[in-house]
Nanobody, 122 residues
Framework: VQLQASGGGLVQAGGSLRLSCAASGLTVSNYVMGWFRQAPGKEREFVAAISWSGSNTYYADSVKGRFTISRDNAKNTVYLQMNSLKPEDTAVYYC????????????????WGQGTQVTVSS
């Protein structure tokens, strides 16, 4: 199983980025997919998750209204659209997969990608 996260980069505050998570060896339609992030010196934290069908989405309070998680099961890919980025969004972003609907804890996720760096300058 591989989850390949991409789309990170350097952006100014107020800007946007779209992260992608392409899966191989795993059919995303059979999993709840999530995004987590880890800033330097901090623990990894939940960002967003999306149910198998895509009809339910879950967000951390810190990103609600700015980030949107979506999935394209035909492409076996999950996305995280990040708008109105803030310097505090700077982190390595990871995608992950679980069979637990609504899971927010990293221990509930079975598969992890390698992460993509997002840096937001002020």
């Amino acid at each position: 199983v591989q989850l390949q996260a991409s789309g990170g980069g350097l952006v100014q505050a107020g800007g946007s980025l779209r992260l992608s998570c392409a899966a191989s060896g795993l059919t995303v339609s059979n999993y709840v997919m999530g995004w987590f992030r880890q800033a330097p010196g901090k623990e990894r934290e939940f960002v967003a998750a999306i149910s198998w069908s895509g009809s339910n989405t879950y967000y951390a309070d810190s990103v609600k209204g700015r980030f949107t998680i979506s999935r394209d099961n035909a492409k076996n890919t999950v996305y995280l659209q990040m708008n109105s980025l803030k310097p505090e969004d700077t982190a390595v972003y990871y995608c992950a997969a679980t069979t637990w609907n609504g899971a927010r804890g990293q221990n509930e996720y079975d598969y992890w990608g390698q992460g993509t760096q997002v840096t937001v300058s002020s």
